[in-house]
C-alpha cells in the first residue's frame, strides 16, 4: 500500500510562486497516475492538475491551466505542483493522490484515486 506525503505549503503574496512536493513510499509509484486536489473551507475537493506514469501526459483544471505546472520524478518517487500567479481563491489544502495504471483518460474524479497524502496548506494573500 503506498503512502504519500505532501509537503511545501505557506504563506505567500498574491501574485506570488510556491512549489508542492509528494513523496511516494511503495513500490509502485513509477506505474501510477499521479494528481494534485484542493478542498477549501465550505467547498467540495476539487480537481487542480493529473499526470500520467510514464508518457508525460498531463491535464489542469480551467482554473489554474497555464498558471500551475504538475511534474514527476520516477527516480525519486515525487511529484510536484509549481504554483505560479497565486490568487487569494488558491487559499485551500493541498492533497496528492495516486492510482495504479493510466485509464484511457487521465481521471479527474477523486473517486477514481485509491492512495491519498493528508494534505499541506497553501494560503495567498494580498
Known amino acids: 500500500q503506498v503512502q504519500l506525503a505532501e509537503s511545501g505549503g505557506g504563506l505567500v503574496q498574491a501574485g506570488g510562486s510556491l512549489r508542492l512536493s509528494c513523496l511516494a513510499s511503495?513500490?509502485?509509484?513509477?506505474?501510477?497516475?499521479m494528481g494534485w486536489f484542493r478542498q477549501a473551507p465550505g467547498k467540495e475537493r476539487e480537481f487542480v492538475a493529473t499526470?500520467?506514469?510514464?508518457?508525460?501526459?498531463?491535464d489542469y483544471a480551467d482554473s489554474v491551466k497555464g498558471r500551475f505546472t504538475i511534474s514527476r520524478d520516477n527516480a525519486k518517487n515525487t511529484v510536484s505542483l509549481e504554483m505560479n500567479s497565486l490568487k487569494s481563491e488558491d487559499t485551500a489544502v493541498y492533497y496528492c493522490?495516486?492510482?495504479?495504471?493510466?485509464?484511457?483518460?487521465?481521471?479527474?474524479?477523486?473517486?477514481?484515486?485509491?492512495?491519498w497524502g493528508q494534505g499541506t496548506q497553501v494560503t495567498v494573500s494580498s
Open positions: 511503495g513500490r509502485t509509484f513509477s506505474s501510477s497516475t
Open positions: 499526470i500520467s506514469s510514464s508518457s508525460g501526459r498531463t
Open positions: 493522490a495516486g492510482r495504479l495504471r493510466d485509464p484511457r483518460k487521465l481521471p479527474v474524479d477523486p473517486n477514481s484515486y485509491r492512495d
